[in-house]
């Protein structure tokens, strides 16, 4: 099956600097890769997702990359502020013969400093 | 719209006893999923389910059951309760449709299994 593995397990930043939490994949069937953020008691929600046939994907502050060839995937958050201090899972997942099943890395705990 | 809920927010458990962990999502989403959410780790998926009738086995169904007799239900069965099951319980529903088809989360159940 799928393993994801997430790093750092913890990544503290300066308010205004730029974060970067990397994840690699081992499923090279796997074309479905989002990231999710999860405050401290409340449920993950999706903040932004890239399918593979895209290798970059921006949104405001936030962006994913997808090196598919290294099987790896990155999200990058700019100009930090600390209402970014969360919990940030990714996940990846491949379209099966069922649900798409997504298998999550163990997390990056971001703490934003001011 | 609620979108997914849960009931309960928080249950404490003897060794050996059962509960059922309620889930219900009103987006008329055909998928269905039950993670499970250890302290530091990721998400697991225990079960899912592709409609009304139809479930299968996640990476960790072992110690769980599931039904699902409406497409708006989607109960998690814990038989004769262990430590081990000692968690936090997510449950998910996405459309199914597309490639993205983005879960979405309800807000947790917190079990304690003494």
């Known amino acids: 099956g799928e393993n994801v593995e997430q790093h750092p397990s913890t990544l503290s930043v300066q308010e205004g600097d730029s974060a970067v939490i990397k994840c690699t994949y081992s499923d090279s069937a796997s074309n479905y890769f989002p990231w999710y953020k999860q405050e401290l008691g409340k449920r993950p929600q999706l903040i932004i997702d890239i399918r593979s046939n895209v290798g970059e994907k921006k949104d405001q502050r936030i962006a994913v990359t997808l090196n598919k060839t290294a099987k790896h995937f990155s999200l990058h958050i700019t100009e930090t502020q600390p209402e970014d201090s969360a919990v940030y899972f990714c996940a990846a997942s491949r379209q099966g013969g069922s649900a798409r099943q997504l298998t999550f890395g163990s997390g990056t705990q971001l703490t934003v400093l001011p | 719209n609620a979108g997914v809920t849960q009931t309960p927010k928080f249950r404490i458990l003897k060794i050996g006893q059962s509960m059922t962990l309620q889930c219900t999502q009103d987006?008329?989403?055909?998928?269905m999923y039950w993670y499970r959410q250890d302290p530091g780790m990721g998400l697991k998926l225990i079960y899912y389910s592709v409609g009304a009738g139809i479930t299968d086995k996640g990476e960790v169904p072992n110690g769980y059951n599931v039904s699902r007799s409406t497409t708006e239900d989607f109960p998690l069965r814990l038989e004769l309760a262990a430590p081990s099951q000692t968690s936090v319980y997510f449950c998910?529903?996405?459309?199914?449709?597309?490639?993205?088809?983005?879960?979405?989360f309800g807000p947790g159940t917190r079990l304690t299994v003494l």
């Open positions: 998910a529903s996405s459309s199914g449709q597309g490639i993205t088809d983005t879960q979405y």
């Open positions: 987006m008329n989403h055909n998928y």
